[in-house]
């Protein structure tokens, strides 16, 4: 009978040995891993060709999913059809959990979410929207929100971790909650605009011609909107007896409603108060001689306008407005009744618009 000895590993056999242990470490991670990335497919929808911002949202959109374990499907989108559509048109077998849409353009992107709810597994679509952050960290903070938002409502992930960030100094805010969209957490936006105005005098009154500037602050579709319309030029009104210049100047506060929210054209509707200053200048015919005067007040408006875009900061904007003078005024020339504003007085505006 032969007895077997055991034998001790010599340096270079041991060396082998433990760098044999760590690949098999290595292989097993790495098998793990993708076993998990497998376990849900996400369908991403981006058109074509829809410019450099939307490009790199998708980019970003890929690499972010890509990250956090999702298998990415991607479909080219088509114009005319829903990416429910489209997703259903490729064919995927099994079909993916999900559904990531790139929609818009460079101007106004954005990203649908589709995916079926845990607990009910009834369709639900959320919206993110393009975040008030600086341009170069824009299409990476809406990937993080999009993915995010996905994670906490396919995958139960906590959303209260912080979201990854392409810059660590400044990480991008998470979704908190799956009914909250990203435009309602928007900061306040600010609007100017700059033009001319046209206030038709009423009864005997000839029209007048001023600068406008207004600015506002407020969300996408309500506002409180400042109004100055000074000085006016042009008003004039005569009698037998003589004619009078007038000055006028307006101050305003409103409240506008601006419908839709987004798009080449919207409604634009408006109300609000202020003050009024009116100047007088008579000019007599003699014998009779001219007086000057002076009439402060106060005024109510109410409006309708259109707003027309071009793109998501600038626009031109018509409305027209109804203004009521509390008390109206009344020229008169030799005890004659030269003039009186309307009830209201109509005032036209045409400016051009920019937001932030």
């Known amino acids: 009978m032969q007895t077997a000895h055991a034998r001790s590993l010599r340096g270079p056999e041991r060396g082998r040995a433990a760098r044999l242990a760590t690949l098999v470490v290595l292989i097993a991670t790495s098998t793990a891993r993708s076993g998990q990335a497998a376990e849900k497919t996400v369908a991403l929808v981006h058109p074509a060709d829809g410019g450099n911002v939307v490009a790199e949202v998708t980019t970003r959109l890929r690499a972010e999913l890509a990250t956090a374990g999702f298998e990415v499907e991607e479909v080219l989108a088509e114009s005319g059809s829903e990416p429910a559509e489209q997703v259903a048109a490729a064919g995927f077998s099994p079909p993916p959990d999900a559904t990531l849409a790139v929609t818009g353009d460079d101007e106004d992107v954005g990203v649908d979410v589709f995916f079926a709810d845990p607990k009910t597994h009834e369709a639900v679509s959320r919206h993110v929207d393009m975040p008030q ?3 170069q960290r824009a299409p990476a903070a809406l990937a993080v929100r999009a993915v995010e938002l996905l994670r906490a409502s396919l995958l ?20 908190t909650s799956g009914t909250e969209t ?10 100017g605009e700059l033009g001319a105005g046209m206030l038709y005098g009423g009864h005997g009154i000839s029209p007048s011609f001023a600068p406008l500037l207004r600015a506002q602050l407020g969300a996408a579709t309500w506002a409180g909107r400042l109004n100055v319309l000074a000085p006016a030029f042009g008003g004039r009104a ?10 006028e100047e307006l101050v305003s506060l409103d409240v506008t409603v601006t419908l839709p929210a987004r798009g080449p054209v919207a409604f634009v509707g408006s109300a609000g108060a202020g003050a009024y200053h009116w100047y007088v200048s008579g000019e007599g015919i003699a014998p009779n001689v001219g007086h000057d005067g002076e009439r402060w007040g106060a ?12 793109g998501r900061h600038f626009g031109l904007l018509l409305d027209a407005q109804g203004v009521i003078f509390a008390p109206p005024v009344t020229v008169r020339i030799t005890g004659t009744e030269a003039g009186k504003s309307g009830e209201p007085t ?9 937001t932030s």
């Open 133 to 135: 952050v600086v341009r």
């Open 156 to 175: 139960g992930a906590p959303t209260s971790e912080a979201p990854r960030a392409p810059q660590p100094k400044k990480a991008a805010p998470p979704v």
């Open 182 to 191: 990203d435009s309602q957490r928007r900061p306040l936006l600010f609007a």
């Open 238 to 247: 005569s009698a037998t007896g003589g004619r009078a210049t007038l000055s």
């Open 299 to 310: 005024v109510a408006d109410f409006g309708v306008g259109a707003l027309f875009r071009f």
């Open 346 to 354: 109509l005032c036209t505006t045409f400016g051009f618009w920019v």
